[in-house]
């Protein structure tokens, strides 16, 4: 395995940057102020989390 290093957003502005994106994986970075985030959307897929810091709030329907 080759080592790949990413230069991701470390400050506190809002960011969405792409890792990972092919057809197995899709796997981004994302950085939201309180009361940011995603808009509605709707998806038929896995999601996986890892929250860093701060507190995750999410609908589920």
Do not use: C, W
């Not at 969405?16 to 998806?43: A, C, Q, T, W």
């Amino acid at each position: 395995m080759v080592e790949q290093i990413f230069k991701l957003s470390k400050g506190n502005d809002k960011a969405v940057e792409r890792i990972i994106f092919d057809e197995n994986v899709h796997y981004l970075h994302m950085v939201f102020n309180k009361s940011e985030g995603l808009p509605e959307h709707f998806s038929n897929s896995n999601v996986y989390m890892t929250i860093v810091r701060g507190i995750l709030s999410i609908g589920l329907d």
